[in-house]
């Protein structure tokens, strides 16, 4: 018993920080902190519905431009959604570095950066794509749940982006937002290219 | 701190990059295909009536090449009889849909010009014929692949049909000994179709 009592515990340093805040906030102004925290995750929610709402009421055209030049443009897709996904398992591993105890050294961090860039910039012409030619469905369950993940992808990335440029958040913010990212880019990719193998095969 | 922002305003550029050249890309026939489709139970009540017996566009009939009636079907081969084509005009606007009933598939939408066939599909596929004797001739591409074809006139039962049910948009080309040849495809993943029943399908015409 030899640790000093008042010791804070060191991974999660701001997750003490709510009680000084809540005495800085009087009941009659909106606490700034629940306005930087609700500001992002608001323009996140506005990205999810504005691109559920355009894939339902823009008439799918069953087509459009392949970029890409592959044997087809489903298989295009699956393979720039499974690069996207690896890309999403490098994210989780680096960022479990960047959290834990020991100090992260300054390489996991940018590989952190540069593979969700990599990574999300991998998903957009997929996303062009899908809301393009096929739209927002609910025809099966494997659809719906396809269409609704993807939304939310693009709302947690927004969310999650703006969270980063404004200090000052709960610790537990960014992490959180990446985990729904991850377990939203997973979902999509199971309800589309991981399907699209299981059913044609795995080719290019 | 601006690292993410810049993130964030790259992916909002690439995104409507893409998207204004998929606008850009997008025949005009199509949007006028995909507006029609909108009231699939009008559209077949008032074409019939509608459809003029003869081309109503008056280039048409100073066009060089053969003009094409103002409704008509057409169903042929592609070159070493690898797949089935079914091609419809109605008022110089065409729908058509090639099928080998194994594997490869695909829908046209155009126009014709000048008694041309011009019509696009997926990607870089596309549908192009001219009448010569009344019977339509062309070519037609798909998984990046080109044939030519041959398609003479046909009239119903043989045809055109299409079902869009749950599992995917199925087409079938019927021709006029009655063979049909069929493909089911749900969300680019091509499968065997289900019987033709010519109650539950759509009998397709040109700009459908």
């Known amino acids: ?204 | 701190m601006r690292g993410p922002i810049i993130t964030l305003i790259v992916v909002v550029l690439l995104g409507g990059i893409l998207l204004l050249v998929n606008l850009a890309r997008t025949p005009a026939d199509s949007n006028q295909a995909a507006t029609s489709s909108v009231a699939p139970v009008a559209a077949p009540a008032q074409a019939p009536a509608a459809a003029p017996p003869k081309a109503a566009d008056p280039k048409a009939a100073d066009a060089p090449a053969a003009p094409f009636p103002g409704q008509a079907k057409y169903t042929g081969r592609t070159e070493g009889n690898n797949a089935a084509i079914a091609i419809t005009v109605r008022d110089n606007k065409v729908s058509a849909y090639l099928c080998d009933g194994k594997a490869i598939e695909g829908w046209y939408k155009g126009s014709v010009t000048d008694g041309k066939v011009d019509a696009k599909g997926k990607g870089t596929n596309q549908l192009t014929g001219s009448l010569t004797d009344g019977k339509l001739s062309g070519t037609v591409s798909a998984e990046g692949r080109s044939w030519s074809y041959a398609a003479a006139p046909v009239s119903a039962p043989a045809g055109l049909y299409r079902a869009k049910t749950a599992t995917g948009t199925t087409g079938w080309v019927k021709d006029s000994n009655g063979q049909v040849t069929g493909l089911t495809n749900d969300k680019g993943a091509v499968k065997p179709a289900p019987p033709l029943d010519p109650n539950s399908a759509q009998a397709i015409e040109g700009g459908d």
């Open chain 1, 1 to 204: 018993m030899s640790t000093p009592p008042f010791q804070p515990p060191d991974p999660y340093p701001t997750q003490q920080s709510p009680a000084p805040a809540q005495s800085v906030g009087t009941p009659h102004t909106p606490d700034p902190k629940a306005v930087s925290i609700l500001l992002p995750l608001a323009a996140g929610c506005v990205v999810a519905l504005l691109l559920g709402v355009y894939g339902r009421l823009h008439e799918p055209t069953g087509y459009a431009v392949n970029l890409i030049g592959f044997s087809s443009g489903a298989y295009a897709k699956a393979w720039l959604a499974t690069l996207a996904a690896l890309l999403g398992v490098v994210q989780l591993f680096s960022a479990r570095i960047m959290y834990g105890k020991a100090a992260a050294p300054a390489w996991v961090s940018t590989l952190h950066r540069w593979s969700g860039r990599i990574a999300v910039l991998l998903t957009v012409p997929v996303m062009v794509h899908c809301l393009f030619a096929l739209g927002f469905e609910a025809s099966t369950p494997r659809v719906l749940v396809h269409s609704l993940l993807g939304c939310l992808f693009y709302g947690a990335f927004v969310s999650k982006m703006l969270s980063l440029t404004r200090p000052g958040l709960p610790g537990w913010m960014v992490p959180v937002l990446g985990g729904v990212l991850f377990t939203a880019l997973i979902g999509v990719w199971l309800t589309s290219a991981v399907w699209l193998f299981d059913v044609q095969g795995l080719h290019s």
